[in-house]
């Protein structure tokens, strides 16, 4: 099938797909379940199409790392109480995530979305002092506070409070730029909002690094059609869509993130999800020009390893600030994002090998978009950065 007759199947099975979905009732993924009948392209639901790749070409299991990973991007605790992270909740057992970590070549893993306050102790204790090396614990701003008169100087406040209580760096959710609204006139607060110099100052001068994830996939920010290469993604989460009512397009927020790193040069930023990832000369213009930017891989391989060659050149220039993340987390409703040995060695698979056109993602269905990956083959110097050296720096752990 050649391109235009594969858009031509997609576009008209949008909308009759899911109609004859629900009226044949065929398990899903059932072997042979059109067998005894003419399949008619016209009547092939998009969400049951699953074509095997009729490659012949390597497959390379990397059941471990070739150096100890500093996963820098996980979601063990969350906000519990209605989003606010002054109280917190955990999504995995710490013991499981041992586990899964002996086995995967783990030395670390970094929960970035600690809260702050009693949740944020809550988790320091209960992570990296009882499991001391094997887990570091982030904090996050009392955005709930965020219209509060007083409020730049109670969030350096808690800034200090935070690095009292251990925390190693601080989180910023997309939260900053898409939903924190002023009370009252409801306006979007922008991320280089001067409210926030003050707690930007203070990690820096802590030496706490911050992850901050801003904006999100570009295609989130455009009409949910048949031209949108995630429409699948963005069909099944409609609310992860920013089109249309007030909200900022990628390119002004990515932009309000480089004011703040601009503003504040003593101050190590890490942006998440390779800051952009579908536009790396973009995020290599932003690195040139901003050395206390960093970027981590997380939830990305999917854009990375679709253009491996821009990538494998962009990991040999930027190897000294790029970190190994993958977003983890407990749940199956994202499988680009599921904690589990499948997960990492798939991580492994693009960074080490140069395998070609594999699943960026254990699921049947490519969760991000109808693609596949190939992988980088990075060299050993660049791996071993990547894979812990670049993260312990910024956390200032023992190499
Ligand atoms: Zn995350």
Redesign the pocket.
């Known amino acids: 099938m050649n391109r235009r007759q594969w858009m031509a199947l997609s576009a008209s099975t949008f909308a009759a797909g899911r109609r004859a979905a629900a009226a044949e009732q065929a398990p899903q993924g059932a072997q042979g379940g059109n067998a005894g009948r003419p399949l008619q392209d016209a009547a092939l639901p998009l969400e049951r199409y699953e074509p095997r790749s009729m490659l012949h070409v390597p497959e390379t299991h990397v059941p471990r790392s070739r150096f100890p990973v500093i996963d820098f ?3 063990i605790t969350f906000a519990a109480g209605g989003g606010n992270p002054a109280a917190i909740r955990f999504s995995m057992d710490p013991a499981n995530c041992l586990a899964v970590m002996d086995r995967k070549n783990i030395r670390t893993m970094v929960n ?2 600690g809260g702050y306050g009693a949740g944020l102790r809550d988790a320091i204790g209960k992570l990296q002092t009882a499991l001391t090396g094997r887990f570091i614990v982030f904090t996050e701003p009392a955005w709930i506070r965020a219209s509060d008169a007083g409020y730049s100087k109670f969030q350096a406040d808690q800034i200090e409070d935070a690095h009292q209580a251990g925390a190693k760096g601080l ?1 910023v ?1 997309k939260t900053l730029g898409l939903f924190l609204r002023e009370q009252g006139s409801q306006k979007l607060v922008r991320i280089d909002d001067p409210r926030f110099d003050l707690m930007w100052e203070a990690v820096g001068s802590l030496k706490m690094p911050v992850a901050i ?1 801003t904006s999100d996939p570009e295609a989130f920010f455009l009409p949910i059609d048949r031209f949108n290469e995630r429409w699948e993604e963005l069909h099944a989460h409609p609310d992860w869509s920013f089109h249309g009512k007030d909200f900022p397009g990628n390119r002004e927020l990515q932009e309000a993130r480089r004011n703040v790193m601009r503003r504040h040069p003593r101050t190590q930023f890490v942006c ?2 390779v800051a952009n990832a579908e536009d790396l000369p973009y995020v290599s213009e932003c690195l040139d020009s901003h050395p206390n930017m960093n970027v981590d891989i ?2 990305r391989i999917g854009e990375l390893g679709r253009q491996p060659r821009t990538a494998r050149k962009f990991f040999d220039r930027y190897q000294d600030r790029i970190v190994f ?1 993958t ?1 983890a ?1 407990a749940g199956t409703s994202t499988p680009q ?1 599921t904690f589990g040995g499948a997960l990492y060695e798939i991580y492994y698979r693009f960074l080490e090998t140069e395998d070609e056109y594999f699943d960026y993602a254990p699921a049947p269905i490519p969760p991000q978009g109808r693609w596949r990956i190939c992988g980088l083959g990075l060299s050993e110097q660049v791996l071993r950065k990547v894979y812990g050296e670049n993260a312990a720096r910024l956390i200032g752990l023992p190499a």
């Open positions: 991007h996980t979601h970035v979305t989180k959710l994830h998440l999800h997380a939830a993340g977003d987390s994002q």
